[in-house]
């Protein structure tokens, strides 16, 4: 039977007759191959490189000196070929790098059921030997299949092999594959040298690439040794291709595929299948005229022996010989070509249409040409670069995710009689029972009013990571670093309000001594005078929204109840009627002055009347945390005044320190004394006391105020730039070093400047403050790089 002289009709043949069409060149390794390859394996893996240069000279017959090319020789292969064959190379590597480089398959991490996470992620194989032919033609295509997916999947120690002489033209593709380490040998003796190791050969993992009859049976053979640990791309067979045609057909273009096809060697097998019983017969008829201008034609002619030309009555009927074959290449020269696709379950790799020859995919267009063969495409993929990577499963539960399938596990291990996996399960759930048991006992102890306290949230705590690649304009810090160092004697406690410190400050603020307690920051002050005057039974403190979350927080911890009365919309300007509607109960009430987080001041003279109408009643608390930007703000010359005036002040925004810890209480003397017996006894340990000390010097001063004035120019600065964004609602007048900006949407801007490394705060939890942001003033670049950024990204 010859594809030159019979066509089949497919209706016409028996069952045994369609099996025996579709079946494969009788490809039978003969037990003499088996033995010889049998001996070579096990000399190699005795003898190592003395064998291997007994078998080169035994079945190459070359003499070989050095097994391993060397780096020179493989980098001067590109001046020992020719440009065009070069560019050719380039091209074709470039298409199949970007093909491959697509098959990357990104890292997800999949939450199951609440808490369980299971994802899958890509490791190299180590150690990979590549394998190239020899003979009558250089296979450096091969080359580029083999290697490009190993360099993309990272496997970091790659070998190959080849017959000497090895041609330049493998060398080169190999280096642009960053293939380094090159030996000249070839046959099964190559293959069990990477099996086992030798002296100069580095056994591999895993073995790639095609070869005559004995490579591929020294494949097989290593590849079912358990212990060589060594596993093989994929079982080898001839070639194939099959080509399904309708009336669109051109039977030249089938005739030149199905040749080329055959040229691969005598045991290739082609097939057309169609459904034009005038195609199959000019393909008949013509085939010889090109096969007459082929060199290879006696291989070709051998191969047609095994091929066959097949008639069928419609398209389902090709697709189904298609599926029961699983040839390794498939062309369909069809025009319905799309709906014969969807239905091809296998094959190695398909073509479709007119203007596909299967040659474009054997070298350039960008598939691999490793493929299953001899009806493996069945059930085996084409190569890829996930034959170069081991896939791990990765998973990880939380407590709740073990608890969540804990009974799931249980019951199935149960059933199935594995007490042991049931028990890894069980002996978890009673330690976690027993921690909740525990949890429960302190929470019973824990007052009510901290287990259900919503804390401050403070913006070191929301973006903790990599917090020196960023910038942080999220908690009115200054931008301007200064150096201080200190190196003191510590094993004494400190002063308990250290003296020099109180000078300096007194200094600083025209204040005696007396009316100055030092604290650690602010914060404490406002905690140290809520504890020293609210009584938890009845008394009440007050505080005016949107304002600084830790009055809130510091009575939710004391358990002092609290009454918040809204600054008026916008303008934020106090309500001073209602609070004096509202004033019964009230010890306490906490003014921010000037306001963060709303960056406004306060009229000085409805402050006043407020306390004229309270009449010492109440104590008033003034946060000057931000004075030092608008000093001429400062109430601190009605301290002696209002005996109920207490002033807030601190270390940490204008000058600077905010890592220090260091703030001050600044009110009459008597209450200083009360608020002394509060306080912690050492408040002030002696580097902060140092430091501080340092910072209060005149020179030091003077390099505050000249970086308060900085950075209010850079406030002016970018506050025009930013009127000028069309997304921006309104900036709300600042006399700090922020601003409170309103958005249309400013989850956009935040997720925007986040992405770009630069933290703001998000104010949205406040009801007056939607869609509003409060930017820190940073340095003029930092001011600069916020513009810009914004600018680019939303303009
Ligand atoms: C930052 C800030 C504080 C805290 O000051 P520390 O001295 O760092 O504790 C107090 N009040 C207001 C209004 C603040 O913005």
């Keep these: 039977m010859n594809i030159i002289n019979n066509i089949i009709y497919w209706n016409n043949c028996n069952k045994d007759h369609k099996k025996k069409i579709l079946s494969r060149p009788i490809f039978l390794t003969d037990k003499i191959i088996k033995n010889s390859v049998k001996n070579i394996l096990k000399n190699v893996k005795k003898n190592g490189d003395s064998s291997l240069k007994k078998y080169s000279l035994l079945f190459d017959k070359i003499n070989i000196d050095n097994l391993q090319i060397s780096k020179e020789k493989i980098s001067n292969s590109q001046f020992n070929i020719n440009c065009d064959i070069k560019n050719a190379i380039k091209n074709a590597y470039s298409n199949i790098y970007k093909f491959h480089k697509s098959q990357i398959i990104k890292k997800k991490i999949i939450e199951i059921i609440p808490g369980i996470f299971c994802s899958q992620i890509f490791r190299p194989i180590s150690k990979i030997g590549l394998y190239i032919p020899g003979g009558t033609s250089s296979l450096f295509s091969t080359v580029l299949m083999l290697g490009i997916p190993a360099q993309i999947a990272l496997c970091p120690n790659i070998i190959l092999c080849s017959p000497a002489p090895i041609s330049n033209e493998i060398l080169f593709a190999a280096n642009l594959c960053n293939i380094k380490n090159i030996f000249q040998i070839g046959g099964a003796h190559a293959i069990a040298a990477m099996a086992f190791g030798t002296k100069s050969i580095n056994k591999v993992d895993k073995i790639f690439g095609p070869g005559n009859v004995y490579v591929t049976e020294a494949k097989r053979q290593i590849n079912n040794i358990l212990s060589s640990k060594t596993s093989i791309d994929m079982p080898a067979g001839p070639s194939e291709l099959m080509i399904i045609a309708d009336e669109l057909s051109n039977y030249e273009f089938i005739i030149s595929d199905l040749l080329s096809q055959a040229e691969h060697g005598s045991d290739s097998q082609v097939f057309l299948i169609t459904t034009e019983e005038k195609i199959a017969k000019l393909v008949q008829k013509n085939i010889s005229k090109q096969l007459e201008k082929l060199p290879k034609k006696n291989i070709i002619l051998k191969s047609l022996n095994n091929s066959h030309i097949i008639v069928v009555d419609n398209i389902d009927e090709c697709i189904n010989i298609a599926n029961m074959y699983a040839p390794e290449h498939l062309i369909i020269q069809c025009k319905n070509y799309k709906y014969i696709l969807s239905n091809i379950n296998n094959a190695g790799s398909i073509f479709l249409g007119n203007w596909t020859p299967e040659s474009v995919g054997d070298y350039a267009s960008g598939t691999n040409h490793v493929l299953p063969t001899y009806g493996y495409a069945s059930t085996y993929s084409c190569l890829s670069i996930s034959d170069f990577q081991k896939k791990i499963y990765v998973q990880k539960l939380t407590q709740n995710g073990l608890l969540n399938i804990s009974s799931t596990v249980e019951i199935m291990a149960k059933t199935e009689k594995l007490l042991g996996h049931s028990n890894s399960i069980t002996i978890r759930k009673k330690f976690i029972n027993k921690q909740k048991q525990k949890i429960k006992n302190i929470n019973k102890m824990i007052k009510k009013n901290i287990l259900n306290l919503i804390p401050y949230q403070s913006a070191r705590l929301l973006y903790k990571e990599n917090i020196n690649n960023k910038i942080l304009l999220n908690a009115n810090e200054s931008p301007i670093i200064s150096l201080f160092s200190t190196n003191k004697i510590l094993n004494r406690y400190p002063e308990q309000q250290p003296k020099t410190l109180l000078n300096a400050y007194s200094k600083y603020t025209n204040l005696n001594n007396e009316n100055i307690l030092i604290t650690r920051g602010a914060d404490e002050g406002i905690d140290i005078v809520m504890r020293t005057f609210c009584n938890q039974k009845d008394d009440q403190i007050l505080f005016c929204s949107p304002t600084y979350d830790m009055y809130r927080v510091t009575a939710n911890i004391l358990n002092i109840k609290y009454l918040i009365i809204s600054s008026k919309k916008n303008t934020w300007e106090i309500d001073f009627e209602n609070i004096q509607k509202n004033l019964s109960n009230i010890k306490i009430i906490y003014f921010c002055n000037p306001n963060n987080p709303t960056g406004n001041i306060f009229d000085k003279n409805k402050i006043i009347k407020l306390f004229k109408l309270i009449k010492n009643k109440i104590i008033i608390v ?158 003029f670049d930092e001011c600069k790089k916020i513009f810009f950024t914004l600018q680019k990204y939303l303009n």
């Design 622 to 779: 003034i946060d000057e945390a931000y004075i030092e930007f608008c000093i001429d703000q400062t109430m601190i010359n009605l301290i002696n005044k209002y005996e109920n005036l207490i002033i807030l002040r601190t270390l940490s925004k204008a000058f600077g320190l905010a890592g220090l810890r260091c703030g001050f209480i600044l009110t009459n003397k008597y209450i200083i004394k009360i608020l002394c017996k509060v306080i912690a006894p050492y408040p002030i340990s002696i580097p902060v006391l140092d430091i501080a000390l340092q910072s209060l010097n005149k020179k030091n001063l003077i390099i505050m105020k000249n970086n308060v004035n900085k950075i209010i120019h850079n406030k002016k600065w970018l506050i025009n730039k930013l009127n000028n964004l069309k997304f921006i609602k309104y900036i709300f007048k600042s006399k700090t070093n922020f601003i409170l900006v309103k958005f249309y949407d400013s989850n956009i801007i935040f997720n925007t400047l986040n992405k770009n490394n630069i933290i703001v705060r998000d104010q949205n939890h406040e009801k007056l403050l939607k869609n509003c942001l409060r930017i820190t003033i940073g340095t």
